[in-house]
């Protein structure tokens, strides 16, 4: 089981390689898009299953299982209000978060092209270190 919280913590993971594209190079890609398996297709079906299928938005009514959210979202312009604005709002908060951390993050992505590989106590290792 997951609380609200833990599901929006994914669909931040979600959108982290997005904000990361950001952060280093100024503006996104289409990476991140290009149907509903990408990693905003997730976001977006995760935030309107967490609404309309859990119970864990603002109303109790199941509306949707997760493999029909689309379909919901595209024909109820509320529902897409609320999903895009919270999908927004999760997006300025992962972006914020990668900018605080974009030092380790390109420590990681140099090591990564370096390596190809590395382990989890390397991983951790590189964020302990000072960032220059």
């Known amino acids: ?18 904000c990361a594209e950001i952060a280093v190079f100024g503006q ?11 990693d905003l297709g997730q976001a977006t079906r995760l935030l309107t299953f967490l609404e309309a299928g859990l119970g864990l938005g603002a109303a109790l009514t199941f509306r949707s299982g997760y493999e029909t959210t689309l379909e919901l979202l ?12 919270r999908l927004q709002h999760l997006h300025k ?6 900018n605080t ?18 382990n989890g106590d390397r991983f951790r290792q590189l964020l302990t270190e000072d960032v220059i």
Do not use: F, P
């Open 74 to 85: 595209s024909g109820d312009a509320q529902l897409r209000t609320k999903v895009e604005k």
């Open 101 to 118: 951390h974009r030092g380790q993050i390109l420590k990681v992505a140099e090591e990564l092209i370096q390596q190809r590989c590395i």
């Open 28 to 38: 996104a890609s289409s990476g991140a898009g290009g149907d509903q398996d990408s």
């Open 1 to 18: 089981m997951q609380t609200r919280a833990d599901l929006e913590a994914h669909i931040q993971t979600l959108l982290a390689g997005r």
């Open 93 to 98: 908060v992962t972006l914020k978060l990668v």
